[in-house]
Each structure stands twice: as structure tokens, then as C-alpha cells.
């Protein structure tokens, strides 16, 4: 085949260091559209970005030129250097070292958006926690739970 076609949406998820509440509304939506203008910047297209005080959510059209690892790593390590730029409060914010990273199909999309847009309002009813192990579950996903938190 003499070019390379790929369509790979993405659900990632990663929470702040040890949880620790930092984005707080007065931030989110600059912090929203600060990470997807660096998924853009990537070539992966931001579909919907979400979340509470101590994680979020991307859904995300991966590039086919650039490994997921690699759109993650710059999200945090630029996103964690901007935060830090707007006041004192934010000045030890940190990202998780880990993440979760789940595909999803394309007639699923609506539903996860619509999911990633109510972080807020699911987070009435259950924590980061139980939601994280929920996705893993699932998804099919094995894991150890000892090394899921930091």
C-alpha cells in the first residue's frame, strides 16, 4: 500500500500527582484548550477533553505519526510547565507518572464525549478510583492494583 491509513480514537486518562485536587474550575477551561491546542500541535485531534480536581479525560484522533506515548508525555510535560505560570496555588502541580490509554470505536464516540463532558457531574456519585478500576474492567484490562496509584 503506498500510504499509511489510520483512524485510532483514543480515551485517555490520567490524574494529577497523588490526586491532589489542583484543577479547579477557575482554571479547567483554559487548561482544556491549552492541552488541546498541544494534542493539535501533535496531530491528534482533541475531540473532548474533561474532568474534575484531580484527573482528566482525552478523547482523542490519534496521528499515525506519532505514538501515544509520545502525545501523552508532551501533554503533561507542557500542560505541568503552563499551570505553573498561572499563581502561587499552582506552583507544585504534577501530573501522575502513569496513564490509561483505551480505544474506542467510532459509533461509540457520542457516548464518550457525552461521558468526558459530565466528569463534574458523574464525580457527584463516585471517585477517581472507582471510576479508573470501572474503565479497567471495562475494558478487559488486567492491572495490579498496588501500581495503579501513586
Not at 491532589?20 to 491546542?37: G, M, N, T
Not at 500542560?79 to 505553573?84: A, G, R
Not at 467510532?106 to 457525552?114: G, Q, S, V, Y
Request: charged share 30%; hydrophobic share 35%; proline share 1%.
Amino acid at each position: 500500500m503506498p500510504q499509511s491509513l489510520v483512524k485510532n480514537y483514543v480515551h485517555i486518562v490520567f490524574s494529577t500527582k497523588h490526586r491532589v485536587d489542583f484543577i479547579d474550575e477557575q482554571i479547567e477551561k483554559e487548561l482544556f484548550s491549552y492541552i488541546a491546542a498541544i494534542c493539535k500541535d501533535f496531530e491528534s485531534t482533541a475531540l473532548q477533553i474533561g474532568g474534575t480536581d484531580n484527573h482528566i479525560h482525552i478523547l482523542c484522533l490519534l496521528s499515525r505519526k506519532i505514538p501515544l506515548m509520545k502525545l501523552v508525555q508532551e501533554i503533561k510535560a507542557h500542560s505541568s510547565k503552563w499551570i505553573k505560570t498561572k499563581g502561587k496555588k499552582y506552583e507544585y502541580f504534577f501530573w501522575q507518572d502513569g496513564y490509561g490509554a483505551f480505544s474506542v470505536e467510532e459509533k461509540n464516540l457520542d457516548t464518550i464525549i457525552r461521558y468526558i463532558r459530565n466528569q463534574r457531574i458523574h464525580h457527584q456519585n463516585t471517585d477517581f478510583k472507582n471510576e479508573l478500576i470501572h474503565i479497567l474492567h471495562e475494558n478487559k484490562m488486567e492491572y495490579d492494583e498496588k501500581y495503579l496509584w501513586d
